[in-house]
Nanobody
Framework: VQLQASGGGLVQAGDSLRLSCAASGRTFSGVGWFRQAPGKERELVAVMNWRGGSKKYTDSVKGRFTISRDNVDNTVYLQMNSLKPEDTAVYYC?????????????????WGQGTQVTVSS
């Protein structure tokens, strides 16, 4: 699967951004957004089952971020509201070829290039 992420940028705290990731190639089961801040390990932000729509978010973004998909365009989105400086990171989209409730980062087999999100205070 080829993944093309876009939508990052420089915003102020409290602003919103929407990231997009277009997927092409073989079929997949799950999609997700991950992020890596400077000096930190990459972490799961939000993942969802492509067919059934079940979703999981990391605690720090619950209520602020929403993952969604467009089945027609094979695009996954991450709507980020009420952004905070601690959301500053490189954001990556990825897909998995299986789906289960305890899915983790290591289960995602194809990754897109990152898109930088910078939130100023």
């Amino acid at each position: 699967v080829q993944l093309q992420a876009s939508g990052g940028g420089l915003v102020q705290a409290g602003d919103s951004l929407r990231l997009s990731c277009a997927a092409s190639g073989r079929t997949f089961s799950g999609v997700g957004w991950f992020r890596q801040a400077p000096g930190k390990e990459r972490e799961l932000v939000a993942v969802m089952n492509w067919r059934g729509g079940s979703k999981k978010y990391t605690d720090s973004v619950k209520g602020r971020f929403t993952i969604s998909r467009d089945n027609v365009d094979n695009t996954v989105y991450l709507q980020m509201n009420s952004l905070k400086p601690e959301d500053t990171a490189v954001y990556y989209c990825a897909v998995s070829y299986s789906w289960f409730s305890g899915i983790k980062e290591r289960d995602f087999g194809s990754w897109g290039q990152g898109t930088q999100v910078t939130v100023s205070s």
